[in-house]
């Protein structure tokens, strides 16, 4: 069954030209709020939240303000209702400021997410060639679930990386033990 559904999907990869924009799958409001909650799994936190308390409702004008600054450059929604997403945003640790991160998450029957998972994040680079590389990874990611053929490639992917790992829990990139 297994077999059969990658096959669907990668025929689905391979048959379509590009059918990875989000607005294929939602309007412009649902978009802007289904995003704003992507940012705020995937963005620094603002003063005063905590990995818990960042998604509380007081601090969601936080993270709908940094929505401009977001280029959802990616997004397919599988058939089993798996979302997949990849993110151009600001960076202030990279010399160009910019760097992609990729990822997946479902959502329950209110649309709330549910089983959040960052898979990368790749170095700064210019905007063409994180949406170069980009490409390439996204479609790693939905055609195999990680990106484990790019992972000694330091132009591709940053993070994860030998030191660290991303936290289901937490939501956050965290240092492995003992490293």
Not at 68 to 97: C, Q
Not at 119 to 144: I, K
């Amino acid at each position: 069954m297994r077999l059969l559904v990658m096959c669907v999907l990668a025929c689905t990869l391979v048959s379509c030209k590009d059918n990875f924009d989000i607005e294929e799958y939602y309007s412009t409001p649902e978009r802007d709020s289904l995003v704003t909650d992507i940012i705020t799994y995937i963005h620094n936190r603002p003063q005063y939240s905590n990995s818990q308390t960042r998604f509380e409702s007081r601090f969601r004008s936080y993270y709908a303000g940094q929505l401009k600054e977001m280029r959802v450059e990616k997004f397919f929604v599988a058939t089993d209702g798996t979302h997949y997403f990849y993110i151009i945003r600001p960076s202030n640790n990279t010399p160009l400021g910019l760097r992609g991160t990729g990822g997946m998450f479902k959502r329950d029957t209110n649309g709330k997410i549910i089983s959040f998972k960052e898979v990368f994040v790749t170095p700064g680079a210019s905007l063409a060639d994180l949406q170069t590389r980009g490409d390439e990874l996204f479609r790693e990611m939905v055609r195999y679930g990680n990106v484990d053929a790019y992972q000694k490639n330091p132009d591709y992917i940053e993070w994860p990386a030998k030191w660290n790992y991303y936290d289901t829990l937490q939501h956050e990139w965290l240092s492995k033990p003992g490293i």
